[in-house]
Every structure is written in structure tokens, then in C-alpha cells.
T-cell receptor, first 112, second 111 residues
């Protein structure tokens, strides 16, 4: 089955800096890669996703890149703000409809 | 704003008791998932259903856990008997294709 590794487990940055979180996956058949943000005590919420037919996707200050050959994908947050502080999860699945398998999460702290 | 609804939101129970968690997926979503979240293991897939049929429950301890979908508007996760190691947040999620939306979670404490 699919296995998703996520690094780092914690990340501290200053407000305005960039943050990068990286994930690797094991199943070469996986072709859907979403990122979820979870604030303390809340539910995970989808912030951006990418499918294997594209290499990069941007939405304002966040972007995701995908390298299918190396089986890794990354989340990039630019101009970080204190409200970006949360736990971020990457996930992978096949578009045919298998369940999302999640990485262990990255706790991002943005200090002002 | 359609949401996945879970009950109970919080539950404290004694070891050995039965616990039932319920989930109402978003109307029109044909896939329902149960995940368990702990600090150590993160988000673990327990079971999921498509069109009410169970597709995978390999992540679920079969001796004490069971998951069902009696109709399209209700999914249940039952633990019997409960143990302290079952203490976690249990999330239900629903979706179409691969985009899934989580409920607020059921926070379970077994003492």
C-alpha cells in the first residue's frame, strides 16, 4: 500500500519568511496530492491540491510542486503570517478513488 | 455551507464500555471515510465506503471496531469494548472523487 513520509515534523519561521514542507510517496500509481491545514482543535481543511498531469500549482501565497519521477511533492508558503501557524498534512491517493493516505504532519510556527 | 456532521463531539467513557460515533456526510457525496488522529500516529485511515459499500477496513482492529453505513445519510463507527488506547480524535470525512471534507471530529477519552 501507499506510504507517505513528511518532513520536517516541526518548522519555525519569522513572519515574512518562506516555509517549505516536503513529502515523498511510495506508490508510483498515486496521482492525486492534496495538502490540508489543521488549526489547533479544529478539523483538517483542504488548502491546495495537485494532480499528476501538472508540475506546479499556485494559489496566492501557497504553491505546490510535484516531481513524479522522484516521487516527491512540496508545499511552499511565501510571506508567512502568524495565522499560517498550524499543522500541515500532505496526502496521496489514486484518482480512481482510493482513500487518502496522510503524512504525519508538520507543525509550522510563524513568529512576529 | 454544507458540512460533515459528527456526534458526539466529546465523549468520556470507562474502559469496557461500548462507544458509537455517528456521521452525516455531505448530501451527494458518495464516499465516506473514518480516520483516527493521535499525536503519535497522525491521521490513520480506519475504513471507507463508496455508495454505502465497504471498500477497505484493513486499518481497523476487527476484534473491537466495526463500521457501517445503514443508509446514505448515516455512517457509524462502533468500539466494543473500549480501551484506554482508543483515546483519540475520530474524524469522519466525505467526498466525491478524491477531494474530501472532514467533520469536526469526535474527541474520545477512555478512562
Amino acid at each position: 500500500g501507499e506510504n507517505v513520509e513528511q518532513h520536517p515534523s516541526t518548522l519555525s519561521v519569522q513572519e515574512g519568511d518562506s516555509a517549505v514542507i516536503k513529502c515523498t510517496y511510495s506508490d508510483s500509481a498515486s496521482n492525486y496530492f492534496p495538502w490540508y491545514k489543521q488549526e489547533l482543535g479544529k478539523r483538517p481543511q483542504l488548502i491546495i491540491d495537485i494532480r499528476s498531469n501538472v508540475g506546479e500549482k499556485k494559489d496566492q501565497r501557497i504553491a505546490v510542486t510535484l516531481n513524479k519521477t522522484a516521487k516527491h511533492f512540496s508545499l511552499h508558503i511565501t510571506e508567512t503570517q502568524p495565522e499560517d501557524s498550524a499543522v500541515y498534512f500532505c496526502a496521496a491517493s489514486k484518482l480512481a478513488g482510493t482513500a487518502l493516505i496522510f503524512g504525519k504532519g508538520t507543525t509550522l510556527s510563524v513568529s512576529s | 455551507d454544507a458540512r460533515v456532521t459528527q456526534t458526539p463531539r466529546h465523549k468520556v467513557t470507562e474502559m469496557g464500555q461500548e462507544v458509537t460515533m455517528r456521521c452525516q456526510p455531505i448530501l451527494g457525496h458518495n464516499t465516506v471515510f473514518w480516520y483516527r488522529q493521535t499525536m503519535m500516529q497522525g491521521l490513520e485511515l480506519l475504513a471507507y465506503f463508496r455508495n454505502r459499500a465497504p471498500l477497505d477496513d484493513s486499518g481497523m482492529p476487527k476484534d473491537r471496531f466495526s463500521a457501517e453505513m445503514p443508509d446514505a445519510t448515516l455512517a457509524t463507527l462502533k468500539i466494543q469494548p473500549s480501551e484506554p488506547r482508543d483515546s483519540a480524535v475520530y474524524f469522519c470525512a466525505s467526498g466525491v472523487q478524491n477531494t474530501i471534507y472532514f467533520g469536526e471530529g469526535s474527541w474520545l477519552t477512555v478512562v
